[in-house]
């Protein structure tokens, strides 16, 4: 039987991750839900199915998308342009809270020119990363298109979004103000998670995907937990039902003999 190898100690959990700024943070608790945390305690001995989480990278060819996973999931930086080919997806292994969770990042792989496919691609995500170039106005622009498709086959309230601007190395630093408000704005009204980085520099690239996996996982907890709530709820209105089908037809038996 292939062992894995163990978790890279920098990808090992204990803490929830700061949010990048205030103003556009999915939430600014600075521990994870009470009961994600019990959860994990009990689920140490006794595991169950929120190991994996799909997330999705969008935006615009070019604005950086495939370089910021190579600069995460490999820690390289590769200046030369190779369009991506295919559907790529790397799986990065985390531990959150003692618990085992991977991340399976898809890359978005020409998709920019085959909107009409997005939603297959998009399904069943727990979260969606949209990119844009932050020394590129336009790329901004097109962020916002890119969340609204995103949205359209998912439910809100059940997947993650970040807006995330690259090449912050490159941005002129007024450019720089100026996208981060407009980005700020956006995130606010579309509920996602704003962060700026750099895949040359790598600056907080790291911080980010630790952010990304913890509230992905800590989402995957309540979800999952809810799940089992409510199919033992479930189980009690099937109970409560089935009696009282059964005084009404006691009751039909009785004025039947009347
Ligand atoms: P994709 O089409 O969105 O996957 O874009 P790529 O990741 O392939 O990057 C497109 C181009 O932008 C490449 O030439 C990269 O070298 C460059 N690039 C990507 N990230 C950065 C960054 O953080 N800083 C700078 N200066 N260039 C970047
Ligand atoms: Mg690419």
């Known amino acids: 039987m292939s062992s894995l190898p163990p978790i890279r100690e920098d990808r090992i959990i204990c803490e929830l991750p700061l ?11 600075d521990s994870f839900h009470v009961t994600v945390q019990e959860a994990c305690q009990s689920q140490k001995s006794d595991p169950v199915g929120f190991n994996v989480a799909k997330v999705i990278v969008v935006g615009d060819v070019g604005v950086g998308k495939t370089c910021l996973i190579n600069r995460f ?9 190779k369009a ?26 020409g998709q920019e020119r085959f909107k009409c496919i997005a939603s297959t691609y998009y399904r069943g995500a727990q979260a969606i990363i949209v990119v844009f170039d932050l020394s590129n106005y336009y790329s901004l622009d097109n962020a916002r298109q890119w969340l609204e498709d995103a949205m359209i086959d998912n439910d809100p309230s059940s997947v993650l979004l970040f807006l995330v601007g690259t090449k912050k190395d490159q941005s002129h630093p007024d450019l720089l103000a100026q996208m981060e408000h407009e980005a700020i704005k956006l995130s606010e009204e579309l509920k996602a998670e704003y962060w700026a980085l750099s895949a040359l520099s790598g600056e907080s690239v790291r911080q980010f995907f630790l952010r990304v996996a913890s509230l992905t996982f800590e989402a995957s907890v309540l979800a999952e937990l809810e799940r089992k709530n ?5 189980d009690v209105v099937r109970i409560t039902d089935y009696h009282n089908d059964f005084k009404a037809l006691r009751k039909k038996q009785a004025n039947c003999c009347n």
Request: hydrophobic share 35%; charged share 25%.
């Open 73 to 81: 999931c490999k820690d390289s930086f590769d200046k030369g342009y």
């Open 19 to 29: 949010y990048f700024t205030k103003d556009a943070a999915l939430h600014t608790k």
């Open 230 to 234: 409510t199919r033992q709820a479930g």
């Open 84 to 109: 991506t080919i295919g559907v790529d997806f790397e799986m990065e292994r985390f531990e959150v809270l003692g618990v085992p969770f991977n991340l399976q990042l898809w890359d978005t792989a």
